[in-house]
């Protein structure tokens, strides 16, 4: 049973930070590519950041403002967000197991987490 657990949203101000996290159980991470994407009121669910084999690629909206890492050791995903923008106000996902195709393309990925809400004003 594939399980993706986010945690670490909530409220902060312009320029602020926030780091979220995702636990990921049922399945091991190891080199399989991962990514978090974000889903605002009223607006599509839009791909931020992959990892792959080739390395760590971002949206360019957060371009130099987020950090994606993974522990596979603990079998976790990490958005170090900084210099959050109200923009960024959104429900973030992380998701794995991925199928294939272009990698910020959510149907390419058959697990998602449930969700943590950041908001920033």
């Known amino acids: 049973h594939v399980q993706l657990v986010e945690s670490g949203g909530g409220a902060v101000q312009a320029g602020g930070s926030l780091r979220l996290s995702c636990a990921v159980s049922?399945?091991?991470?190891?080199?399989?590519?991962v990514a978090w994407f974000r889903q605002a009121p009223g607006q599509e669910r839009e791909g931020v950041a992959f990892?792959?084999?080739?390395?760590?690629f971002y949206d360019d909206s957060v371009k130099g403002r987020f950090t994606f890492s993974k522990d596979n050791t603990k079998n976790a995903l990490y958005l170090q967000m900084n210099s959050l923008k109200p923009g960024d106000t959104a429900m973030y996902y992380c998701?794995?197991?991925?199928?294939?195709?272009?990698?910020?393309?959510?149907?390419?990925?058959?697990?998602w987490g449930q969700g943590t809400q950041v908001t920033v004003s």
């Open positions: 998701a794995a197991v991925y199928k294939g195709g272009p990698p910020l393309d959510l149907n390419q990925y058959r697990y």
């Open positions: 049922g399945v091991t991470l190891g080199r399989n590519c």
């Open positions: 990892i792959h084999s080739g390395g760590t």
